[in-house]
């Protein structure tokens, strides 16, 4: 298991992020990140298309730390799919 702390600018705040790599799986999401430094936080998902571009994603919804960081370490990106996923401006965090 492969866990990295890396920064992410995002309203020019710079806020940790965690980063996670995936076992391979059926959907190609190969990492997944989520905000450590507050109180609640989105889950963010990068996966790969069959053309082998990086597609990156964010959950709709708003996960609080302790279950967005159970789900980060069981590795389990599915539940991100129940509230619903959309495209994520917020690229290149791993």
């Known amino acids: 298991m492969k866990l990295n702390t890396t920064k992410r600018f995002d309203t020019k705040e710079v806020k940790n992020m965690k980063t996670k790599v995936l076992s391979s799986n059926s959907r190609n999401m190969l990492a997944i990140g989520i905000n450590d430094d507050t109180d609640s936080t989105k889950i963010y998902l990068k996966g790969q298309a069959k053309d082998g571009s990086a597609q990156w994603y964010e959950s709709k919804g708003i996960f609080t730390k302790s279950t967005a960081l159970k789900y ?3 590795g389990q990106y ?6 619903g996923i959309t ?3 917020n690229t290149d965090w791993i």
């Not at 599915?78 to 509230?83: D, E, P, R, W, Y």
């Open 87 to 89: 495209k994520s401006g």
């Open 78 to 83: 599915s539940v991100v799919f129940a509230q």
């Open 72 to 74: 980060f370490y069981a």
